[in-house]
């Protein structure tokens, strides 16, 4: 318990969005365009294409070696003053781990989050002890919880329906509503989805079970990045605005830049090195 | 003149005599009024001392002064937003300290503060793998042999409650938690608990660990003060347990009640309320409130068997058989639930064992004298603020011991609330502009947000970025972070306290009697400053106004009473006038006046009223002092404090029944005033004529 919540819950909507784990194999991965519109010449797509689509969502995203970035967060919130904070994020998708590292500003600096298989742990310097996030928490009562901090894996998770051929400012959009599959356990059961013709998610709204509405995501900036693991793309979001539409007036903002995907150092995901940065 | 009240007085006195059924009346109307003055302002008087005493002298001081501009009103207790007061500040205690001290009456004043901040306990899963992290990393074998059998003791319980969860119905996640529970009791595991602790750990914690329950938070009001100026100044205040915070150290003393009521073990607290209850005469054969408590207690009670460490466990077994009359080799959880079967019969002596055997042997508190403590705080800076602080100790307010409500605020030095409390810095907002200048990020409305963000003429902006060679990662350009200390932490420069912010200060009087007039004085003092002045009643919130709140209904009734009382008596009067037509009209003829006729009516309720009011504040004072020597009993903690204990012991004062008196005479002649004018008009003929 050492930063905003809701600064947190941009943090796990960054990796919900960012977090590649179930790789298809490079050769399954569709490639950019394949998302030109519905087929047919304009025909309502059925629903194979729709998980089809989504699967370019997921595998456009997926890595399968390790990730570094910056990121900065600012946070916004009604009646009070902005914050904001600079972190690193470390991933390594194949072992479903996730080292979230603050180094600014001064008083945050040192704090981390490191996330070991449905285990997310959070780290305090100034306190020396660490703290278990549950996976259920709502975390500080914001509308994040566990179920962020998940690779993207819409195409299993969700059954799409069609809603219609739209238009989002300039850009032609699928707009596409995902229902949360039966069993399944996920934060937001229902998502109107927006995705353009190259597979990228522009504009994603978070419902309830009753449908209402709870937070709108924008994703105007996305990153391609060749990884030398994969063989191949992986795209990342360069910009994220959340919106909370529950306390009007109250947004994040995360801007994702110097990534790299270079093999991370093999002891990097352990609690020792996180107490290390800041002892 | 003397002979002319005495004439008036004695006609008065006869007349009483000769108009009984109207004297018995309007007599026992008054002797009620009186009687009700007297006892009223008697229980006033005293619930305002009891409340002053209660919160006075243990937090509020007989004025607190803050900031002008505050946004709320001060309430130390926590008004109906709690915790969210917006008090504003003053920057510098120092800077205003010797201005307020120098007002004739004070006679000191401290600093303070209100934070709120949480208190976390994980669950026992995590906490025993904690601490046996700990053991492993000093390499204690005795310890980490004792948590090894309790990480194992608790996997046996969640083992056993999957089973029963399973019989119900199994799904996936079951399946796989009773793979992760039977490995985690397996030999094979703790095998490599001696080969590799490192990874068994890290199995542990990231495996094992989801499976155990979650951690409880509580949250704590803290009041940050100088803690030797106060422990001078508020002489209510008692440690009970424990030591006083030195001058210098980061420290906190926790209210009792708040431990015992809000922090105990579950278990524990569901006895010790079943035994309150009890006390009061209430039985768990009627009481279905009570039986479910019993239930809670005996749903709670596994617990107990992975809390105690295992080299005590064949002791509580044996005592547990022997009260049940079960064979010593029955198993521990089975025991519990037996034990905790309770009803009337074995109630108090079941208690005392638990008591005695079980409470010694486990931690009933989550945290003890002694320990530190890490509070957190979301700061006035927007960020999250944890602190380690030291508990010195535990207190309780005298006369107040088991209210809630006297005990819920937590006492904390000042340097600690400053940190918890975060006042946003200029130099934290420099910060922040120069990591958003960095960013380079634009500003977007959200009405406006997907015209600004995918209006504009540029396509989705993907670019691409190629990241060459294949060296690790984590180099040069990994963050350098600023080492923390956190040993230097835990003290600082007590000659350094009074420098900085404050959110209000108590200011203790010499003579409380003079309040208004201090309250005046500091107000002139502080207006120039920027701070106001409250009184003791307005700082502490929904108590201290309670007494305003009774004041102002025992007033209301009083005047409604006497009101009433005067329409009856007038009444009463005016049939009395005229039945007495022709006693006056014979006055008036054999030479009465018309104001010795007035004068010799009001004179006559006003010697009624006299005696009546006597009577009435006597039966008055009678009462009181039987109230004084039984007490009232305050039922609830809210009333305790209210009562400054748990019973009010009503004092009645002298100023009571002259005030008694005086109402009732006042009363009196003003019900009085129409019917004596109306004797005055009486015409000696026509009363001799025998007309009305």
């Known amino acids: 318990m050492s930063l905003s919540p809701n600064i947190l819950g941009a943090l796990c909507a960054l990796v919900a969005v960012a977090s590649p784990l179930a790789v298809a194999a490079p050769t399954d991965v569709p490639q950019p365009g394949v998302l030109g519109g519905p087929p047919g010449g304009g025909a309502v797509p059925g629903e194979a294409d729709l998980v089809q689509m989504l699967k370019v969502v997921d595998d456009r995203q997926a890595n399968t070696g390790d990730y570094r970035s910056i990121a900065y967060l600012e946070q916004k919130e009604k009646g009070k003053a902005d914050t904001a904070f600079e972190v690193v994020f470390y991933r390594r998708d194949a072992d479903d781990k996730l080292m979230i590292l603050f180094t600014k500003p001064k008083t945050e600096a040192g704090k981390g989050y490191l996330r070991v298989d449905k285990n997310l742990f959070l780290y305090d310097p100034t306190v020396g002890k660490w703290e278990r996030r549950t996976e259920r928490e709502r975390i500080g009562g914001t509308n994040s919880n566990r179920q962020d901090f998940d690779e993207s894996r819409l195409a299993v998770e969700y059954t799409p329906k069609f809603v219609a051929m739209e238009k989002l400012g300039k850009h032609d959009v699928t707009h596409m509503t995902l229902s949360m599959k039966e069993g399944v356990d996920v934060a937001f059961p229902t998502v109107e989805l927006y995705i353009d013709k190259d597979g990228n998610i522009l504009k994603r709204e978070d419902k309830a079970l009753s449908g209402k509405l709870l937070r709108t995501t924008y994703y105007p900036k996305w990153n391609r990045i060749y990884s030398e693991s994969k063989k191949g793309d992986v795209y990342i979001p360069g910009e994220i605005r959340i919106f909370d539409e529950v306390e009007k007036g109250n947004s994040t903002l995360i801007q994702i830049r110097e990534t790299d995907l270079r093999p991370l150092d093999a002891n990097l995901f352990t609690k020792a090195w996180l107490e290390s940065k800041s002892r | ?692």
């Not at chain 2, 960020?383 to 809630?404: A, C, F, R």
């Not at chain 2, 006056?584 to 010799?600: D, E, K, P, S």
């Open chain 2, 1 to 692: 003149m003397f002979a002319l009240v005495r004439l008036l007085v004695h006609l008065g006195l006869q007349s009483l005599k000769a108009h009984r059924s109207k004297t018995l009346i309007v007599g026992g109307l008054m002797t009620f009024g009186a009687f009700l003055v007297v006892v009223s302002l008697a229980l006033l008087e005293s619930v305002e001392r009891g409340t002053r005493q209660s919160v006075v002298e243990s937090i509020s001081g007989d004025i607190q002064i803050y900031d002008k501009l505050a946004k709320d009103k001060l309430s130390l207790f926590g008004g109906f937003t709690f915790g969210t007061e917006e008090l504003g500040n003053i920057p510098s205690f120092n800077k205003v300290k010797d201005a307020i001290a120098a007002v004739d009456n004070v006679r000191a004043v401290v600093p303070m503060g209100i934070a709120t901040a949480g208190v976390k306990s994980p669950g026992d899963l995590d906490h025993a793998l904690d601490d046996l992290r700990k053991a492993v990393d000093v390499g204690d074998r005795s310890q980490i042999h004792d948590l090894s059998a309790r990480v194992k003791s608790i996997a046996r319980v969640l083992l056993e409650q999957q089973a029963k969860q399973a019989a119900i119905t199994e799904t996936a996640a079951s399946s796989e938690s009773k793979v992760l529970l039977e490995r985690a009791l397996s030999d094979e595991l703790w095998a490599d608990m001696d080969r590799d602790p490192g990874g068994t750990l890290d199995w542990l914690e990231s495996k094992l660990g989801p499976l155990g329950e979650q951690g409880n938070q509580a949250f704590m009001r803290l009041v940050g003060t100088d803690m030797p100026t106060f422990e001078k100044v508020f002489n209510r205040v008692r440690i009970v347990e424990g030591t006083a915070v030195p001058p210098g150290a980061r420290g906190v003393l926790v209210g009792k009640s708040l431990l015992d009521k809000r922090l105990k073990f579950s278990v524990a607290m569901f006895l010790d309320l079943v035994h309150n209850e009890r006390t009061k005469g209430e039985t768990i054969a009627t009481s279905t409130v009570l039986k479910e408590t019993l239930q809670k207690a005996q749903r709670a009670s596994p617990r107990i068997a992975y809390l105690l460490p295992p080299r005590e466990v064949p002791a509580v077994k044996d005592a547990l058989a022997k009260e049940l009359a079960q064979p010593p080799s029955t198993e521990l959880v089975p025991l519990l639930s037996s034990f905790f079967q309770m009803d009337d019969a074995n109630f108090e002596r079941r208690l005392k064992l638990f008591y005695d055997v079980i409470g010694p042997r486990i931690q009933l508190y989550p945290f003890k004298v002694g320990d530190t403590i890490t509070l957190s705080s979301f700061t006035k800076s927007g960020y999250l603020k944890s602190m380690n602080v030291k508990v010195y100790g535990v207190y309780t307010v005298q006369g107040l011991d088991e209210s809630i409500i006297a005990g819920a605020l937590s006492l904390v030095d000042l340097v600690t609330f400053r940190e918890l409390y975060g006042q946003r810095t200029a130099v934290l907002d420099d910060e922040l502009a120069a990591m958003k200048k960095s960013a380079g990020i634009k500003e977007v409305d959200r009405g406006t947000a997907e015209a600004d963000l995918f209006g504009g003429d540029d396509d989705i902006a993907v670019t691409v970025k190629t990241v060459e060679g294949s060296g690790v990662g984590t180099g040069s350009s990994d963050p350098v972070i600023e080492k923390v200390v956190r040993d230097e932490q835990m003290t600082f420069d007590q000659n350094t306290v009074g420098d900085g912010l404050v959110l209000s200060i108590a200011v203790m009087l010499k003579d409380p009697s003079k309040l208004r007039a201090t309250l005046a004085a500091l107000s002139k003092v502080c207006e120039p400053l920027g701070l106001q002045a409250v009184d003791w009643q307005q700082a502490t919130g929904f108590i201290g106004q309670i007494t305003l709140v009774v004041r102002a209904v025992l007033m209301t009734a009083i005047f409604i009473l006497f009101l009433v009382t005067i329409v009856i008596l007038n009444n009463s009067m005016v049939m009395a006038t005229l039945e007495r037509v022709s006693e006056f009209g014979t006055l008036r003829a054999i030479g009465a006046q018309r104001g010795f006729v007035n004068a010799m009516v009001v004179f006559e309720t006003a010697v009624l009223g006299f005696l009546s009011g006597l009577f009435g504040a006597g039966l008055g004072v009678a009462f009181v002092t039987w109230l004084h020597g039984v007490g009232i009993p305050a039922p609830a903690d809210l009333l305790q404090v209210v009562f400054g204990g748990p019973r009010l012991y009503p004092t009645v004062e002298a100023s009571n029944v002259v005030a008694g008196l005086v109402a009732t005479l006042i009363v009196g002649i003003l019900a009085t005033l129409y019917p004596a004018r109306l004797a005055t008009r009486v015409q000696p003929v026509v009363a001799m004529q025998g007309k009305d």
